[in-house]
């Protein structure tokens, strides 16, 4: 900006934090459509559903599949919805909708998509123009929703099974190596001794300094790596929470977008000059 460049237009600024904290940003990277029912399953009466892990910050939107006949390949569904439900099980995703009844044969019929909260930098703002006025509006948390495919993990597994004729040679033996960790030295080999012979054995006990209720695993595990595995379970131990879903043309998001607009009269006063905003940004 130089000096010499003139002012075009100046704009108000209302600012109101009347729906803070609920106001976030959800973004959907993969996503090449609107957040919509497909036409085939919106005829059918499905809609999107929601649900939240509120202490962990993860929520979820299932979003019903297009499973007309030219798109959509029924035994590969069965297929999938079968992982799908073991998956839920062994990670105790389970929710009460996702149960279904006795005899209901299980079907892939839902995109899930799964959020990954962004760390927001400083204080970002929704900022929407309306009537030649600014109006901002504080945002809380920033998300990224991408289709979930765990079960496909499964899937794998279960045909590295029916491949070494029904084993667990394949199955986990828990996480992988630690790469912080120096690897383990070679087990010693065991010499023969004769069976008469004695020897002294000193055993000692050591409390373990895991947080959690986590195992140790052999070889050790990094203060970082212990905290993830902690994180992991305490995203699984805690329950999901339904949500309503609601369309943007519904009245309720319309009602809750009208809420963003500020209606105070009051003047704001800036308490702040140049020198102190200069002294804020790091690095500089």
């Given at each position: 900006?130089?000096?010499?460049?003139?002012?075009?237009?100046?704009?108000?600024?209302?600012?109101?934090?009347?729906l803070?904290?609920?106001?976030?940003?959800?973004?959907?990277?993969?996503?090449?459509?609107?957040?919509q029912a497909?036409?085939?399953?919106?005829?059918?009466?499905k809609?999107?559903?929601?649900?939240?892990?509120?202490?962990?910050?993860?929520?979820?939107v299932?979003?019903?599949?297009?499973?007309?006949?030219?798109?959509?390949?029924?035994?590969?569904?069965?297929?999938?919805?079968?992982?799908?439900?073991?998956?839920?099980?062994?990670?105790?995703?389970?929710?009460?909708?996702?149960?279904?009844r006795?005899?209901?044969?299980?079907?892939?019929?839902?995109?899930?998509?799964?959020?990954?909260?962004?760390?927001?930098?400083g204080?970002?703002?929704?900022?929407i123009?309306?009537?030649?006025?600014?109006?901002?509006?504080?945002?809380?948390?920033?998300?990224?929703l991408r289709?979930?495919?765990t079960?496909?993990?499964?899937?794998s597994?279960?045909?590295?099974?029916?491949?070494?004729g029904?084993?667990?040679?394949?199955?986990?033996?828990?996480?992988?190596p630690d790469?912080?960790?120096?690897?383990?030295?070679p087990?010693?080999?065991?010499?023969?001794?004769?069976?008469?012979?004695?020897?002294?054995?000193?055993v000692?006990?050591?409390?373990?300094?895991?947080?959690?209720?986590?195992?140790p695993?052999?070889?050790?595990?990094?203060?970082?790596?212990?905290?993830?595995?902690?994180?992991?379970r305490?995203?699984?131990?805690?329950?999901?929470?339904?949500?309503?879903?609601?369309?943007?043309?519904?009245?309720?998001?319309?009602?809750?977008?009208?809420?963003?607009?500020?209606?105070?009269?009051?003047?704001?006063?800036?308490?702040?000059?140049?020198?102190?905003?200069?002294?804020d940004?790091t690095?500089?």
């Amino acid at each position: 900006m130089d000096l010499d460049d003139e002012v075009v237009s100046r704009i108000p600024i209302r600012y109101s934090d009347s729906l803070s904290p609920k106001i976030q940003i959800h973004q959907f990277p993969l996503l090449t459509r609107p957040l919509q029912a497909p036409p085939s399953a919106a005829a059918s009466g499905k809609r999107i559903t929601a649900r939240i892990k509120p202490d962990v910050h993860r929520l979820e939107v299932h979003v019903p599949s297009d499973t007309r006949t030219e798109v959509w390949n029924s035994d590969r569904g069965r297929e999938l919805g079968v992982a799908r439900i073991d998956d839920d099980r062994e990670k105790n995703q389970e929710s009460s909708k996702g149960k279904g009844r006795d005899g209901d044969e299980p079907r892939l019929n839902e995109v899930r998509m799964r959020s990954e909260q962004i760390h927001q930098k400083g204080v970002h703002m929704l900022g929407i123009v309306r009537d030649g006025q600014l109006h901002l509006h504080p945002i809380s948390e920033t998300h990224q929703l991408r289709p979930t495919l765990t079960y496909l993990d499964i899937l794998s597994r279960k045909s590295k099974r029916s491949r070494a004729g029904g084993s667990d040679s394949d199955s986990d033996d828990g996480p992988p190596p630690d790469p912080d960790e120096p690897a383990p030295a070679p087990a010693p080999k065991k010499e023969k001794k004769a069976s008469g012979e004695a020897r002294e054995v000193q055993v000692t006990a050591r409390k373990s300094e895991d947080k959690g209720g986590v195992q140790p695993v052999h070889g050790g595990l990094s203060s970082a790596r212990r905290e993830m595995l902690i994180a992991i379970r305490a995203e699984e131990d805690e329950a999901w929470q339904d949500l309503e879903f609601c369309d943007v043309t519904s009245g309720e998001s319309e009602e809750t977008f009208e809420g963003i607009f500020s209606r105070s009269e009051v003047v704001l006063e800036c308490k702040t000059d140049v020198t102190m905003f200069l002294k804020d940004i790091t690095g500089l």
